[in-house]
T-cell receptor, first 115, second 112 residues
Framework: KAGVTQTPRYLIKTRGQQVTLSCSPI?????VSWYQQTPGQGLQFLFE???????NKGNFPGRFSGRQFSNSRSEMNVSTLELGDSALYLC??????????????FGEGSWLTVV | GIQVEQSPPDLILQEGANSTLRCNFS?????LQWFHQNPWGQLINLFY???GTKQNGRLSATTVATERYSLLYISSSQTTDSGVYFC??????????????FGQGTILTVHP
């Protein structure tokens, strides 16, 4: 079956602009989470959605937001971009059911460069 | 929150050598995964192993939950094993299935 799909794969934005990234989870998965990876901070949790509800949020400013749709697809938005937002943004999905085993699968990521 | 530490930070091997990567975590976990990050950035699942031992080809992993550590073994290493290996864990408490805390990774370089 298809894996986690993220779009776009690469994008360049200017400081002050906003960006929206999209994630389609594995079919049947209801939990979608987002992570930011930078050379300095490593992999950091942004937020997690389950059945259209945000269940958990990491330590990021309010400029970072997200949502999940009824088909489990998710989007994250970063407003008023700063140079430090340049990073690889990774989306992950999991079944989140009691018998799921909780294995989490990642997409290929979206590389964001802010200039 | 839970802390995850990996060692060593860097590892350089000759092809054919064996290696052991370690992951220590600070609290009880119900999710412990090992990933290999490919050059394009994707995190590839190696093992889901909150406890016990698993093997997949030349790779195997062991998690001793009571002592809060996990080990990833790579035998007969190949140049294609090069890359960054991450350990990630989730606290046993709480309801979030998606929140993993990652270690800083081990950069493995295998020379021919």
């Amino acid at each position: 079956k298809a894996g986690v799909t993220q779009t776009p794969r690469y994008l360049i934005k200017t400081r002050g602009q906003q960006v929206t990234l999209s994630c389609s989870p594995i079919s049947g998965h209801r939990s979608v989470s987002w992570y930011q990876q930078t050379p300095g901070q490593g992999l950091q949790f942004l937020f997690e959605y389950f059945s259209e509800t945000q269940r958990n949020k990491g330590n990021f400013p309010g400029r970072f937001s997200g949502r999940q749709f009824s088909n489990s697809r998710s989007e994250m938005n970063v407003s008023t971009l700063e140079l430090g937002d340049s990073a690889l943004y990774l989306c992950a999905s999991s079944l989140a059911g009691i018998m799921s085993g909780n294995t989490i699968y990642f997409g290929e990521g979206s590389w964001l460069t802010v200039v | 929150g839970i802390q995850v530490e990996q060692s060593p930070p860097d590892l350089i091997l000759q092809e054919g050598a064996n290696s052991t990567l370690r992951c220590n975590f600070s609290d009880s976990v119900n999710n412990l995964q090992w990933f290999h990050q490919n050059p394009w950035g994707q995190l590839i699942n190696l093992f889901y192993i909150p406890s016990g031992t698993k093997q997949n080809g030349r790779l195997s992993a062991t998690t001793v939950a009571t002592e809060r550590y996990s080990l990833l073994y790579i035998s007969s290493s190949q140049t294609t094993d090069s890359g960054v290996y991450f350990c990630a864990a989730r606290n046993a408490g709480g309801t979030s299935y998606g929140k993993l805390t990652f270690g800083q990774g081990t950069i493995l370089t295998v020379h021919p």
